[in-house]
């Protein structure tokens, strides 16, 4: 692809992390640009942890037109920011800043969304509203997850996690639609549960396995997971082995990207532009 010509206008965009050269983003933003003919540029940026909350506020009035952020700074950047939607508040968590040129900072959480979209789009038969679902973990993936299910109207979420104690903060700071279960309560939480969402970084490549039977969950149950290295994880696999919908964690991250473009450059993605063959082939090339 070549790359557009940088000018005395490129609008800059990026994302934040530590570590962040693996980030998907800047190949699907700039493929993007590139396919909507906007001047403008999508970097990686790597602040040292301690000095997040500087690198942001040197950003305020608009140097960079917005960042997303990622590991480890999706809190802080909630706290920094002076306005936040609805959703970044329910998450504890803000995976979107945009800069303002008054030198406000606007937070924004899309990962529930791309969440929600990513299952509609690969379990379109899924209602979140017609079941309980479970959601594995409770780090800030999860609590994103549950604060999305519940917006969607989920009658119950159900967080199952190695540390009780921490699904049970989650419960307490999300409302009385969340319980709380321990590990080894995962199977009572799986009765009658129309979605089980891995929210832990178990079954990441070159991590920890994530060596879970699912039987206990009912047999038209959807499984997501947001790990996407593999993308076909071996709990995807074993949904499929089962005949139970799988939802990849690539869709949710391409789904999240897709808001935060049209927050920083003001209009959505073109849609010519195919994102998932894009991702495959970087997955494909980092392998
Ligand atoms: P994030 O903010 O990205 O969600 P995190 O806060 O490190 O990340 O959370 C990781 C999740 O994976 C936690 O729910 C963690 O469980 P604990 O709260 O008990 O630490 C879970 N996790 C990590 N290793 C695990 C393991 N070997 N078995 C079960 N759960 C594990």
Excluded at 27 to 36: C, D, E, K, V
Excluded at 89 to 113: H, K, Y
């Amino acid at each position: 692809m070549s790359r557009p010509a940088i000018t005395g206008a490129t609008v800059v965009a990026g994302v934040a992390g530590a570590p962040v050269r693996h980030s998907l983003s800047p190949i699907l933003h700039n493929a993007w640009l590139a396919g909507a003919g906007i001047d403008g540029v999508y970097v990686a940026f790597a602040p040292p942890a301690d000095r997040f909350a500087a690198f942001v506020e040197g950003l305020r009035g608009g140097a960079v037109r917005g960042l997303n952020v990622t590991l480890p700074f999706k809190e802080e950047a909630l706290a920094l920011a002076d306005e936040a939607s609805d959703l970044a508040r329910a998450a504890g968590a803000a995976n979107v800043l945009v800069f303002e040129t008054d030198g406000r900072i606007r937070a924004d959480n899309t990962d529930g969304f791309g969440l929600l979209q990513a299952l509609a789009v690969q379990a379109p038969g899924f209602s979140p509203a017609a079941a309980p679902a479970v959601v594995l973990g409770a780090g800030g993936a999860a609590r994103g997850a549950v604060a999305a299910l519940l917006a969607a109207g989920a009658p119950e979420v159900r967080v199952v996690n190695r540390t009780r104690a921490r699904a049970e903060a989650i419960a307490a700071a999300l409302g009385l639609k969340v319980r709380a279960f321990g590990w080894e309560e995962r199977d009572a939480a799986f009765g009658g549960a129309g979605a089980l969402i891995n929210a832990t970084s178990l079954g990441l490549a070159g991590g920890q396995p994530l060596d879970l039977a699912i039987d206990a969950l009912p047999p038209a149950a959807v499984v997501m997971d947001m790990v996407y290295k593999p993308l076909r994880t071996d709990l995807l696999g074993r949904a499929a082995a089962s005949g139970r919908p799988a939802v990849d964690g690539l869709e949710m991250l391409i789904r999240q990207a897709m808001p935060s473009f049209e927050a920083f450059f003001g209009r959505p993605p073109p849609a010519e532009v195919d994102a998932r063959a894009l991702a495959l082939a970087a997955l494909r090339g980092a392998a």
